[in-house]
């Protein structure tokens, strides 16, 4: 009901004596006051933090032509080098063929590609322009949970927006089943996260989060949401992985990845605990004479630490070795029947050394069309009624992966016991190796499976053979 115009005139100013006068008998007490200036002080360094940040911030704009009528893509990004470069996410400009930038004056300039590197989902852009700012970067390793953080980009095109938050997790790993939808749409691998509340929105990729001292300590990447939109479950890239990324794409246009040799479990919780550890990783396997075996380490040692940082899960110690270049000397702390030590490896060059080394010496049959290598195993699973004998399951121990095959692209891990493959069991590899065959094009299959007794899933494309 629409109600005259007059009457709402009368009754407001009505009102406005007596919250005058509110306004004037109250006053805050010493308490309040105290609360107000802490208040207040925290507002500052918001402030402080949003204004050192902002002016290197960019919104992005993708299109497949030059055209600006046709349809287009915008995330964002942060300047990072003066001479022009851009940091952002390989999705935000993976599927365009121009590229253009504006910045927080207003200025629109085209950019050029300089390089990226799926597998972190981060890309490297060039601008040619004066007057620029360049942002910095935090220790990504100091940041603790419940810092305050923001996050600033172009959510739904609203550029320069910033939002506040807390960090609410380190270390989330892409591995685990919240991620499912995340790595099917944008084909991460072992990538590794910080959480925050501070909400993200599409539009917000590529976008920096920052420290209060308006120092990144993260790209934004991703959300888990069903709506598509914010619900308070963003993500970011460590700023130490995508800084180790960013200058090697600068440096030469490409990333070349460490390999150490090894394969790996996660060390069970009880274990940790026993050891007084936050976690570690276990050397399940030497891959021939790699640089694992080549610096004196061992099946059953614990690593808890490679080039200073700490190696809680398989994703943080996959990217510990990822950001060590290749040649180069890197130290390594592990425990040993109870005992610390360490010692020094000189990793080799993944893409040259994964494949080839897996396939001559770790046992099982290769199938090609998945990418992964399997062996007959079986697997005790103890029933949970008291009395009944532990079951033995028969199944297929995951040997060897290859890079960028499906099964590395869908998760799948060494030491992973498959039990069926679209809900049925095999006797043989060779069973499995003609079922893929026989599949038709284009049709994903399901491998059920268990992980350090989680049972777990992935659904993934066999490659067609030219």
Do not use: C
């Amino acid at each position: 009901m629409k109600l005259p115009s007059q009457k709402i005139t009368l009754t407001l100013l009505a009102l406005l004596p007596s919250m005058a006068f509110a306004h004037i008998d109250s006053q805050p007490d010493a308490t309040q006051k105290q609360a107000m200036n802490i208040a207040f002080n925290i507002s500052d360094a918001f402030e402080y933090a949003a204004e050192k940040i902002e002016p290197s911030v960019v919104h992005i704009t993708v299109r497949n032509s030059s055209r600006r009528s046709d349809s287009e893509g915008l995330g964002s990004g942060v300047i990072v080098d003066a001479r022009g470069y851009i940091l952002t996410n390989n999705h935000v400009i993976e599927a365009g063929r121009y590229i253009s930038v504006r910045l927080s004056d207003g200025r629109e300039l085209a950019a050029s590609f300089v390089g990226t590197f799926a597998e972190t989902d981060l890309a490297v852009l060039k601008i040619e322009a004066d007057g620029i700012v360049a942002a910095t970067f935090a220790d990504s390793e100091a940041v603790r949970v419940g810092q305050w953080v923001l996050a600033i980009g172009s959510p739904f095109g609203f550029e320069q927006t910033v939002t506040a938050g807390i960090v609410s997790a380190k270390g989330r790993g892409s591995t685990s089943p919240q991620f499912a939808a995340l790595n099917k749409n944008q084909g991460q691998k072992l990538q590794e996260f910080i959480q925050t509340d501070a909400a993200i929105n599409p539009g917000n990729s590529g976008g920096p989060l920052v420290d209060l001292h308006g120092d990144i300590i993260g790209i934004n990447t991703a959300i888990i949401s069903r709506t598509g939109s914010n619900n308070g479950l963003g993500f970011a890239i460590p700023a130490d992985i995508a800084q180790a990324v960013m200058n090697q794409i600068i440096e030469t246009g490409s990333v070349e990845r460490g390999w150490l040799g090894i394969n790996m479990s996660i060390l069970p919780a009880f274990d940790a605990h026993e050891l007084d550890i936050d976690g570690g990783v276990i050397i399940q396997q030497l891959i021939g004479d790699g640089p694992a075996k080549k610096a004196g380490l061992e099946p059953g040692d614990i690593i808890i630490s490679l080039g200073g940082r700490t190696t809680e899960n398989i994703v943080r110690l996959s990217n510990a070795i990822m950001l060590t270049k290749p040649n180069e000397p890197v130290q390594i702390s592990f425990i040993r029947d109870g005992q610390y030590k360490t010692t020094t490896a000189i990793v080799a060059n993944r893409d040259e050394e994964i494949n080839l080394a897996q396939r001559q010496v770790v046992p099982g049959l290769y199938l090609q069309k998945i990418g992964a290598k399997f062996a007959s195993g079986t697997l005790p699973l103890e029933s949970r009624r008291r009395g009944q004998p532990t079951k033995t399951l028969r199944g297929f121990i995951v040997t060897s992966i290859d890079l960028n095959s499906p099964a590395e692209r869908r998760g799948l891990q060494v030491n992973d016991f498959v039990y069926s493959i679209d809900g049925q069991k095999f006797e043989t590899i060779q069973d499995i190796a003609q079922y893929i065959i026989d599949s038709a094009q284009d049709q994903s299959i399901h491998l059920s499976f268990y992980r350090n007794r989680r049972n777990m899933y992935v659904d993934l494309i066999p490659e067609i053979e030219d």
